[in-house]
């Protein structure tokens, strides 16, 4: 009872420390590789001289953005491909640690050494034992903080992808056809 007199109370940061301990966030990098070669072939057959625009609408600490940042610049071999990716999650803290761009070696073991050699620095002295995701991909991303729950999403509605992998399966038969039916609009 206090506790939940402390959530309702006005002003109260604690709202977002109760919905960051209740996330689930697992992720990797290139998770079902098979989507990224998808999104591949997609992008490289709708490109017509213009930005794309993709959502990832569960980014946990950034590895399915920065995977999709990768396939778009595997897709035009370009460290800025004409790309931009709009990452979100509820998590907060999630969003900090994914805008840091940066990770343990053993989340990225399952990486090839060319595209983790090309894509990625390692890190040396005090950082040895981590990696950083190349400044030029990190660019290609804008982190936010949205509720798929809440009926305003500040994203474009003419968006070419939408990545929405990791959260859909914590919602229930009803959930998941009422935020399906509010992504179908947003893509071109």
Same mark, same amino acid.
């Given at each position: 009872?206090?506790?939940?007199?402390?959530?309702? +109370? /006005? *002003?109260?940061?604690?709202?977002?420390?109760?919905?960051?301990?209740?996330?689930?966030? @697992?992720?990797? =990098? !290139?998770?079902?590789?098979?989507?990224?070669?998808?999104?591949?072939?997609?992008?490289?057959?709708?490109?017509?001289?213009?930005?794309?625009?993709?959502?990832?609408?569960?980014?946990?600490?950034?590895?399915?953005?920065?995977?999709?940042?990768?396939?778009?610049?595997?897709?035009?071999?370009?460290?800025?491909?004409?790309?931009?990716?709009?990452?979100?999650?509820?998590?907060?803290?999630?969003?900090?640690?994914? +805008? /840091? *761009?940066?990770?343990?070696?053993?989340?990225?073991?399952?990486?090839?050494?060319?595209? @983790?050699?090309? =894509? !990625?620095?390692?890190?040396?002295?005090?950082?040895?034992?981590?990696?950083?995701?190349?400044?030029?991909?990190?660019?290609?991303?804008?982190?936010?903080?949205?509720?798929?729950?809440?009926?305003?999403?500040?994203?474009?509605?003419?968006?070419?992808?939408?990545?929405?992998?990791?959260?859909?399966?914590?919602?229930?038969?009803?959930?998941?056809?009422?935020?399906?039916?509010?992504?179908?609009?947003?893509?071109?």
């Amino acid at each position: 009872a206090e506790y939940l007199d402390r959530l309702e +109370r /006005k *002003g109260s940061n604690e709202w977002e420390s109760f919905v960051n301990a209740l996330t689930t966030n @697992l992720t990797s =990098f !290139f998770c079902e590789a098979h989507h990224f070669d998808i999104l591949k072939r997609q992008i490289r057959g709708a490109w017509s001289k213009r930005r794309m625009t993709i959502w990832c609408s569960a980014a946990s600490t950034g590895e399915e953005p920065y995977s999709i940042a990768i396939a778009a610049a595997e897709a035009f071999d370009t460290l800025n491909p004409p790309v931009q990716i709009i990452a979100s999650d509820l998590d907060t803290n999630c969003l900090a640690e994914a +805008r /840091k *761009g940066v990770y343990a070696l053993d989340r990225v073991e399952r990486i090839e050494a060319p595209r @983790l050699a090309r =894509f !990625f620095q390692k890190g040396t002295g005090s950082q040895a034992g981590l990696v950083r995701v190349r400044p030029e991909l990190v660019r290609l991303i804008e982190f936010r903080r949205i509720n798929l729950l809440e009926p305003n999403w500040p994203v474009p509605a003419s968006l070419d992808a939408i990545f929405c992998r990791n959260v859909m399966i914590y919602f229930d038969k009803p959930m998941q056809y009422k935020v399906l039916s509010r992504f179908a609009p947003l893509l071109k």
